[in-house]
């Protein structure tokens, strides 16, 4: 007898009537109509059964403090620096930690059980960098949760920043970030990306940069990234968030670009959300988008996850942290729209994070982790047109979070009728 049986649910792959044993927290069967006992069955018929979803890029530091000291009234990227300036005077651990675990707790609703987090170290107390490393480990049960040493307010811009990001990472923040096109010029961006992967590389560690977050086109960190991380052997371990620059880049120097980056085997995480609200900001018409350009990176081989990035700070004030609200935004903005590219777009906020993460034993397969969320819904494409309820979200073989099916009954003079917003209704 095992802990859980999912019956008959359909997988992002495609495959259907689908059975999913798990024991000791691990998948020990996949398979139709699996000769299992359990301990507890799960029947999925019709329903999309995926790996948790992943946040590659998240501040969680910052979440949730809108209208902190005041609310960001132009919008701006620059205005949203410039006010968490002004309210990190005023945070403490206790605060911190507040916000955080509240969005843990929205994350676990939403069947998203890791996420990428950047954590501000320009602070010299570090006061944001002791609370999430506390709730790393509150968290540690339900959440991969993976902290990056972020100098926000630059890596030498800033006096103290350099001192301040080794601090953090001897504390156990797990990745070493940067900002490079936030350094006062473009030559102290690119020192300090080899400063910084060199730091990595000497400490074994993964590299996360949030690199050429602009619309200037000659803002091209991510190509000295790509080299050094070439040159100290750190492939798979390096991704460029954001990337944002690419959108206006020349084409003939986005054709050299994108090879040398496969080659580099970087990652690249876009923020679909963020990216089209705060770039383009100096455009009239034609206004450029401001994401990075998904669709050809992934063509070009090179492994592109998409991040929440802000959630009701000083630089987003909307959001529910919902990934697949993400990879909505996402597909349109990138024009995604074939089966293809929409399966593409959905592995974005699912395995292509795993991978950039750098998470071990994920997926829908024997011997993976038993970490499982059922949606109300057929297969990605749905799920992506209905962002749909996270009927069941599994870790490690245990429910942690369960939600009705959403049913919608309306009052007609003839009777009452149900609102199924799937099409066709008939089961595939």
């Not at 350099?162 to 001897?170: F, I, S």
């Not at 089209?276 to 350009?293: E, V």
């Not at 071990?360 to 749905?382: H, K, M, S, T």
């Amino acid at each position: 007898m095992i802990d859980l049986i999912i019956r008959n649910a359909n997988l992002p792959d495609g495959r259907k009537g689908i059975d999913i044993a798990i024991g000791k927290g691990r998948i020990v069967e996949v398979g139709p109509k699996l000769d299992v006992r359990a301990n507890r069955e799960i029947d999925a018929t019709d329903r999309l059964a995926t790996p948790p979803f992943v946040d590659s890029h998240f501040h969680m530091d910052s979440t949730l403090s809108y209208g902190q000291p005041r609310v960001n009234a132009s919008g701006t990227l620059l205005e949203g620096i410039e006010l968490w300036g002004e309210l990190k005077p005023h945070l403490t651990v206790e605060n911190i930690k507040a916000r955080a675990r509240e969005l843990c707790h929205w994350a676990i609703a939403r069947g998203t059980l890791a996420i990428r987090s950047h954590v501000d170290v320009s602070d010299d107390s570090l006061l944001a960098v002791n609370a999430l490393l506390e709730i790393r480990e509150a968290f540690k049960p339900y959440i991969d949760l993976q902290l990056v040493a972020f100098p926000q307010d630059g890596y030498f811009r800033h006096r103290g920043s350099a001192a301040n990001l080794e601090r953090a990472l001897d504390m156990g923040v797990d990745v070493v970030g940067g900002i490079p096109h936030f350094e006062r010029t473009m030559e102290q961006g690119a020192a300090s990306v080899k400063a910084l992967c060199e730091l990595a590389a000497e400490r074994g560690l993964l590299v996360d940069m949030h690199c050429d977050e602009s619309d200037d086109p000659l803002s091209r960190h991510i190509e000295t990234l790509s080299f050094h991380t070439q040159r100290l052997g750190l492939q798979n371990r390096v991704a460029g968030s954001h990337l944002t620059s690419m959108h206006s880049m020349d084409n003939y120097y986005v054709s050299k670009l994108m090879p040398l980056m496969a080659e580099a085997r970087v990652h690249v995480v876009a923020n679909p959300l963020i990216n089209i609200t705060l770039q383009g900001r100096h455009d009239t018409y034609p206004k450029r988008r401001g994401m990075t350009r998904v669709k050809e990176l992934m063509q070009a081989g090179i492994n592109v996850a998409f991040g929440h990035d802000a959630l009701m700070d000083p630089w987003y004030s909307f959001g529910s942290y919902d990934m697949i609200e993400v990879a909505h935004m996402g597909l349109h903005v990138a024009q995604m729209t074939s089966v293809d590219q929409m399966r593409q777009v959905f592995a974005a906020v699912t395995t292509n994070g795993a991978k950039a993460l750098g998470i071990e034993n994920y997926g829908i397969e024997p011997g993976c982790n038993g970490d499982i969320v059922i949606l109300q819904a057929r297969d990605p494409q749905e799920a992506l047109r209905l962002k749909p309820a996270r009927l069941y979200v599994i870790r490690r073989g245990t429910i942690i979070a369960e939600t009705s099916p959403v049913v919608s009954r309306l009052k007609l003079e003839d009777g009452t009728v149900e609102a199924d917003f799937r099409w066709p209704k008939e089961s595939n």
